[in-house]
């Protein structure tokens, strides 16, 4: 006997502000969809590795929105 209500609403995704320190000095600060703060952080160091590539690190100060 399933005891979840088959019409129970997901919960709402949230966007989390998140801010990378780079070794450089660099700050930057990009908003991260997701449904719990630990959950945008585990993504926020997802997207440090991008950091790395120049080109990628570009886009990533030109676009504000992740997904």
Known sequence: ????????????????????TLTSGRVLEFYVKARFQHEAYEKADDYAVLVENEKLSKMLSTFRLMP
């Open 1 to 20: 006997m399933n005891t979840k209500k088959k019409n129970a609403e997901p919960r709402p995704m949230k966007y989390w502000l998140v801010e990378l």
